[in-house]
């Protein structure tokens, strides 16, 4: 049984080896698996759970690289379908630190990930699994939503993570990704995002507003990403706000990812709310001070040695 699963985008990230460069004038690229759900994955793995991801990629050379990279990073990709004539999407980034970073999809009308479909699931894994993680991107069209509602009516026990993760330029418009989180919320019990996220979702920006709605949602716990505001969370019992870990950053995309899989470890190893939203804090942190996101993904020791105050 795995500790968790994930479904949703993968690729190939094209970052730039140069900072403060835009992309018309970047001569030096670096090659790295993307895609959030995907890195979340990878995150998860890096502290030692056994978690698999549940995607699509082509049938050419970026998609040979997306599966050896998964497994490469300790991630199962036994659920990991190639799509024909579907190419593996590229994602492409500007570096402009400390809190400028442009990204560009290029993953055509119907990316492979987003041609799962229902009878391509193991809903036995997937009922099975300790921790099942999906995304507000997943929902944004056929077969991928379907094979999502297939997943989430599997689940009756566990933690399910709905991940509000919203990309303006995947959805037709911002009203159909917000019917799209009320559907999904309800068989949820765990939601994160950030502000503009939490307000797509429920149509609320303050994060005390918005956290409770999430949880008048049906959600048991809402966490509330406030960027250089920090992290509130908030359940029935209990609420915390962790304030953000300084550090240089150098390129703040993956920082999400590094947060949600720690997210997943706190939630699986039982750890109060305020422990695990300063651990996962800490692992976004450790990223963003890197270039890279699932190559930067760090371990659960060298997530506490920051905590701490050693120097990586």
Request: with cysteine; charged share 20%; proline share 6%.
């Amino acid at each position: 049984m795995y500790d968790l699963i994930t479904i949703g985008r993968s690729g190939v990230d094209v970052y730039p080896l140069q900072t403060g460069v835009g992309l018309a004038d970047v001569e030096t690229f670096g090659k790295f698996l993307g895609g959030s759900p995907t890195n979340v994955a990878v995150a998860a793995a890096r502290h030692g759970l056994r978690p698999a991801v549940i995607t699509g990629v082509g049938a050419d050379p970026f998609g040979d690289y997306v599966r050896r990279a998964i497994r490469g990073f300790g991630v199962d990709d036994a659920f990991v379908s190639t799509i024909e004539g579907r190419p593996t999407p590229v994602t492409f980034c500007e570096i402009f630190p400390p809190d400028h970073f442009p990204i560009y999809f290029y993953r055509g009308e119907h990316p492979p990930d987003l041609q799962i479909s229902p009878t391509m699931l193991d809903l036995n894994a997937i009922r099975a699994t300790n921790l099942f993680w999906f995304s507000l991107t997943g929902l944004s069209q056929e077969p991928s939503a379907a094979a999502h509602a297939a997943a989430l009516e599997a689940r009756s026990d566990g933690w399910t993570v709905f991940d509000l993760d919203y990309r303006a330029t995947l959805w037709s418009s911002r009203e159909a990704a917000h019917d799209a989180a009320q559907r999904a919320l309800p068989r949820a019990n765990v939601a994160v995002g950030n502000l503009e996220e939490v307000e797509v979702a429920v149509g609320v920006r303050d994060p005390e507003a918005a956290a409770q709605a999430l949880l008048d949602a049906g959600v048991r716990v809402a966490i509330v990403k406030m960027g250089p505001e920090g992290v509130f969370a908030r359940t029935s019992e209990e609420s915390a706000l962790v304030e953000p870990m300084e550090v240089k950053v150098v390129n703040g995309i993956g920082a999400g990812d590094a947060f949600g899989g720690a997210i997943c470890l706190g939630l699986l190893r039982g750890w109060p709310l305020e422990r695990t939203l300063r651990f996962a804090n800490a692992a976004g942190a450790y990223v963003a001070a890197r270039l890279a996101c699932a190559d930067a993904m760090p371990t659960t020791t060298e997530v506490e040695e920051l905590l701490n105050g050693v120097r990586s």
